[in-house]
């Protein structure tokens, strides 16, 4: 599974910004798909999961009811929404799909076997 994210950028203290990743590959459906991110002298941090059929969904406290993980299997493609960002959103934020949801809240997803090349959220206060 290759993964690509795009929509990052530049954006104003309480603005919102939407994250996709591209999935190739014909497994991706059948996957846990998730976000991580890490901040410049800080560990990478899980933001999001979703399991492969969409039902179940899990959330980091820091963005929980503020970030909305979706995705869409007939596009082979996952999405963050992000509402109500903060200064300490600031990060590279990455795409990571695999197998076993449980990797993805487990040691900062060093057990992940997939991930997106990753992209900057800047947000300004």
């Known amino acids: 599974v290759q993964l690509v994210e795009s929509g990052g950028g530049l954006v104003q203290a309480g603005g919102s910004l939407r994250l996709s990743c591209a999935a190739s590959?014909?497994?991706?459906?059948?996957?846990?798909a998730g976000w991580f991110r890490q901040a410049p002298g800080k560990e990478r941090e899980f933001v999001a999961a979703?399991?492969?059929?969409?039902?179940?969904?899990y959330y980091a406290d820091s963005v929980n009811g503020r970030f909305t993980i979706s995705r869409d299997n007939a596009k082979n493609t996952q999405y963050l929404q992000m509402n109500s960002l903060k200064p300490e959103d600031t990060a590279v934020y990455y795409c990571?799909?695999?197998?076993?949801?449980?990797?993805?809240?487990?040691?900062?997803?060093?057990?992940?076997?997939?991930w997106g090349q990753g992209t900057q959220v800047t947000v300004s206060s």
């Open positions: 590959g014909h497994t991706f459906s059948s996957y846990t």
């Open positions: 990571a799909a695999d197998p076993f949801l449980e990797r993805f809240t487990t040691a900062q997803g060093a057990y992940v076997d997939y």
């Open positions: 979703i399991t492969w059929s969409g039902s179940n969904t």
